[in-house]
T-cell receptor, first 117, second 112 residues
Framework: GAVVSQHPSRVICKSGTSVKIECRSL??????MFWYRQFPKQSLMLMAT?????????EQGVEKDKFLINHASLTLSTLTVTSAHPEDSSFYIC?????????????FGQGTRLTVV | GESVGLHLPTLSVQEGDNSIINCAYS??????FIWYKQESGKGPQFIID?????DKRQGQRVTVLLNKTVKHLSLQIAATQPGDSAVYFC???????????FGTGTKLQVIP
């Protein structure tokens, strides 16, 4: 089946630095990828929708200058948390849509645990 | 740091019993629904899906029921096993598959 690879799985960074998270679709082309954030014991909250070759669409309340999304190819989207602060510590998950074949399905990466110290 | 947030509702089930996890969705225009299982520290895993033109779909040990009248989904797990312990989320998807919206989640604890 289709696989989405997310890297890194864990990252610890100092306050004020930037962190880049990669999301790759390994055996399909993903024109659309989603980025989610998940706090402990809560559901996944959509941050933004990333479309290949165009600007990402951010959900209300998500700072686009803080969470930079680049979807430069059909298999790679990146989320950069800029000038990270402790309140940005969270679990970030990407999802890629496989529209090929007879059905459309969303596949999820393994998630990235970000800790800002 | 991270916000504390709400505690997920927890369903405790004896090993071997059947589990029923419920979910209310919000958008009457959603036409595709998926149940996901999320183990600690991992991304969601697809379990089973159902389209809005169906009211029931069965998998290997799982069944999803859809009641569009009251916008309600349920996931039934037969003969629950310790490996089923996880958080389960329902997700509703709009017609153009432009957005996946997750429910609040339910933590399933299987008692050996």
């Amino acid at each position: 089946g289709a696989v989405v690879s997310q890297h890194p799985s864990r990252v610890i960074c100092k306050s004020g630095t930037s962190v880049k998270i990669e999301c790759r679709s390994l055996d399909f082309q993903a024109t659309t990828m989603f980025w989610y954030r998940q706090f402990p014991k809560q559901s996944l909250m959509l941050m933004a929708t990333s479309n290949e070759g165009s600007k990402a669409t951010y959900e209300q309340g998500v700072e686009k200058d803080k969470f930079l999304i680049n979807h430069a190819s059909l298999t790679l989207s990146t989320l950069t948390v800029t000038s990270a602060h402790p309140e940005d510590s969270s679990f970030y998950i990407c999802s890629a849509i496989d529209r090929g074949g007879t059905s459309t399905e969303a596949f999820f990466g393994q998630g990235t645990r970000l800790t800002v110290v | 740091g991270e916000s504390v947030g709400l505690h997920l509702p927890t369903l405790s089930v004896q090993e071997g019993d059947n589990s029923i996890i419920n979910c209310a969705y919000s958008n009457s225009a959603s036409d595709y629904f998926i149940w996901y299982k999320q183990e600690s520290g991992k991304g969601p895993q697809f379990i089973i899906d159902i389209r809005s033109n169906m009211d029931k779909r069965q998998g290997q040990r799982v069944t999803v029921l859809l009641n569009k009248t009251v916008k309600h989904l349920s996931l039934q797990i037969a003969a629950t096993q310790p490996g089923d312990s996880a958080v389960y989320f329902c997700a509703e998807i709009d017609g153009g598959y432009q957005k996946v919206t997750f429910g609040t989640g339910t933590k399933l604890q299987v008692i050996p």
